[in-house]
Structures are given as C-alpha cells and as structure tokens.
C-alpha cells in the first residue's frame, strides 16, 4: 500500500454516523460512507509523526486505495500539513492510514574534509614562517 519510501503512522476509522428520530420516537442510526460534497477533518498528530516530509494520507474505501495529497485529485480531495496537524478535505469515509517520509539528515562529511585540508594548509604555512625565521636567526645576511 505505501509508496516506496514511505513510512505507515497512524492509522484511523473515519465515519459518519447519522442519527435521527422518528416521529414514534424511535432512535435510528446509519453509517454515511460518501458526501456530496468535502469535509474537513482535523487530525492531531502525535509527536512522533511531526517533523517528517512528504506526508500523504491513504484511504481505503470500497475496496480501493486512493492516495490524498497536498494536490486536490479530480474531486477536490486533498490534505493540509501544518506542524502539529493534518486536515484531510474528503467526501468518502472509511480507513484512513497516514504515510510520510523520514527527514533528510543532511550529510557534512565534505565540510569535515574540508576543515582538515584548512588546518593541515595551515599548519604547513606556520611551521614554513617557523622554519625561516630560524634560518634567518642562524644565518647571518650576506650583507653584513
């Protein structure tokens, strides 16, 4: 069901449950799996799934998995990504699971590299002004 990369976090049972009153008083109830028109659901999300990349919302309805994202599909479907939460803008209710991709640790190596040529170029360039100023103190000029 993920996409490659991608790692499965929470996973919810969203439903709409309609209850009405009949005029005899009876209580009836019926689960809604599909709106005419978007609702939006706010979704916490727990520490461990902020900070994360690339979120994505999959839905599994009538046996069909469909992929929400920050871009609206053909039914204006789609999610928001705020630090601490998601809004899911959907009209069909069933299983709901959220994917996202772990950050990207950014790789300095390079600049470790880098830093050691500078202090080795450095040091070379000291210990030479070192080396000729006891050349020069042991060496009498030439113009003396």
């Not at 009538?62 to 630090?83: K, P, R, W």
């Amino acid at each position: 069901m993920a996409e490659s990369g991608k790692t499965l976090g929470l996973a919810l049972d969203i439903q709409i449950i309609k209850t009405t009153e009949t005029s005899g008083g009876d209580v009836e109830t019926s689960i809604i799996n599909e709106l005419d028109s978007l609702v939006t659901i706010y979704i916490p999300l727990q520490s461990s799934l902020q900070g994360k990349r690339d979120y994505v919302v999959y839905r599994i309805h009538n046996a069909s998995i469909d992929t929400l994202t920050t871009s609206a599909n053909i039914y204006g479907e789609s999610i928001e990504v705020f630090n601490d939460h998601l809004l899911v803008h959907a009209r069909n209710f069933s299983d709901y699971v959220i994917g996202y991709s772990e950050p990207q640790t950014s790789s300095l190596w390079w600049l470790w590299i880098l830093l050691v040529l500078l202090a080795g170029g450095l040091g070379y360039v000291i210990y030479r002004q070192q080396k000729r100023k006891e050349t020069d103190a042991v060496e009498p000029s030439k113009n003396d």
